[in-house]
């Protein structure tokens, strides 16, 4: 029997495993949630605004009194979006630059780039607008939502992982990541004396978390092992007795076994434990594939 391609999608999302596939779809069943109790209250079945009501339990407070009363919104807003846009241009970038982080560390440092970024950003929210007086004024009536903070987590340490790894993209030709970042970080700085300052900071605080993340994790230091292990089925290989020499020693071929035993070994002994192999290794497998976005 053919299965239809609302199954297929659920599987990918809720089966498969990959967390990547899995935010999408929160995000947008989140933003497909939202709008329908919109139409049900503009098409008259309601006067309750019950839209509106949801929002105010997902909703980031830029007020300190008012997030304690809601202590859990510092997570529930990454995930919550309003307007078409918005979301899908979140989730693009999301796609785009979760695709290329995945080829190269563990879904469980996905997870906590994306929760944790989006946590860095809501607190540099939270900051400023009780810290700084330009914006400290207009706390009690600001709130956030978006997981723009999470999406500038995971694009800034797909950067500093990968920085010269190129991408295709519509309208500028071949673009390496590190432009890409600090494009995206010097709209972020000119655009917090706009309408949504608040947005722009909590984009600046995901993006220094994904990088000092990386930076970290190239020293040695994984913070997301806080999430737990996983476990990796691996072959076993045979060795000849009379053979010394370490399989990093020839030249490697940048497959995902290679590059995960590559990456594995940064988490534990940082990035200059790395043999001249396993750096060409990792240096050729960030030059291969030219995506289109």
Same mark, same amino acid.
């Not at 997870?111 to 004024?137: E, Q, R, T, W």
């Given at each position: 029997?053919?299965?239809?391609?609302?199954? =297929?999608?659920w599987?990918k999302?809720?089966?498969?495993?990959?967390?990547?596939?899995?935010?999408?779809?929160?995000?947008?069943l989140?933003?497909?949630?939202?709008?329908?109790?919109?139409?049900?209250?503009?098409?008259g079945i309601?006067?309750? @605004?019950?839209?509106?009501?949801?929002?105010?339990?997902? &909703?980031?407070?830029?007020?300190?009194?008012?997030?304690?009363?809601k202590?859990?919104?510092?997570?529930t807003?990454? +995930?919550?979006?309003?307007?078409?846009f918005?979301?899908?241009?979140?989730m693009?970038?999301?796609?785009?630059?979760?695709i290329?982080?995945?080829?190269?560390?563990?879904?469980?440092? +996905?997870?906590?780039?994306?929760?944790a970024?989006?946590?860095?950003?809501?607190?540099?929210?939270?900051?400023?607008?009780?810290?700084?007086?330009? +914006?400290?004024?207009?706390a009690?009536?600001?709130?956030?939502?978006?997981?723009?903070?999470?999406?500038?987590?995971?694009v800034?340490a797909t950067?500093?992982?990968? @920085?010269?790894?190129?991408?295709?993209?519509?309208f500028?030709?071949?673009?390496?990541?590190?432009?890409?970042?600090?494009?995206?970080?010097a709209i =972020?700085?000119?655009?917090?004396?706009?309408?949504n300052?608040?947005?722009?900071i909590?984009?600046?605080?995901?993006?220094l978390?994904g990088?000092?993340?990386?930076?970290?994790?190239?020293?040695?230091?994984d913070?997301?092992?806080?999430?737990?292990? /996983?476990r990796?089925?691996?072959k076993?290989?045979?060795?000849r007795?009379?053979?010394m020499?370490? @399989?990093? /020693? /020839?030249?490697?071929?940048?497959?995902? &076994?290679?590059? =995960?035993?590559?990456?594995?070994?940064?988490?534990?002994?940082g990035? =200059?434990?790395?043999?001249?192999?396993?750096?060409e290794?990792?240096?050729?497998?960030?030059?291969?594939g030219?995506?289109?976005?």
């Amino acid at each position: 029997m053919k299965r239809s391609w609302i199954g =297929d999608l659920w599987d990918k999302a809720f089966r498969s495993g990959n967390p990547l596939y899995l935010f999408i779809a929160i995000n947008i069943l989140v933003f497909v949630g939202i709008n329908l109790l919109s139409l049900v209250t503009a098409l008259g079945i309601t006067n309750v @605004p019950l839209s509106g009501y949801l929002m105010s339990w997902l &909703e980031l407070p830029a007020s300190i009194t008012g997030w304690l009363y809601k202590p859990w919104t510092i997570a529930t807003y990454m +995930f919550t979006q309003q307007g078409l846009f918005h979301v899908l241009f979140n989730m693009l970038w999301l796609f785009w630059l979760g695709i290329i982080f995945l080829d190269f560390l563990k879904q469980r440092q +996905f997870v906590f780039v994306y929760l944790a970024g989006g946590i860095a950003g809501g607190l540099l929210y939270l900051l400023a607008f009780n810290l700084i007086p330009a +914006f400290s004024a207009q706390a009690f009536r600001t709130v956030m939502i978006g997981s723009s903070a999470s999406v500038s987590a995971v694009v800034f340490a797909t950067a500093t992982l990968l @920085p010269d790894y190129t991408i295709r993209m519509l309208f500028f030709g071949n673009v390496k990541l590190k432009y890409l970042a600090l494009a995206f970080i010097a709209i =972020d700085v000119l655009a917090i004396s706009g309408l949504n300052a608040g947005g722009s900071i909590a984009h600046i605080g995901g993006a220094l978390f994904g990088f000092i993340y990386i930076k970290r994790l190239q020293n040695g230091q994984d913070w997301s092992r806080m999430l737990g292990t /996983e476990r990796r089925k691996r072959k076993l290989r045979v060795m000849r007795n009379d053979s010394m020499t370490s @399989p990093y /020693e /020839e030249p490697l071929v940048p497959n995902q &076994e290679v590059i =995960d035993r590559i990456l594995d070994k940064i988490s534990q002994s940082g990035y =200059d434990s790395l043999t001249k192999a396993e750096k060409e290794a990792l240096f050729k497998a960030s030059k291969q594939g030219q995506n289109e976005y």
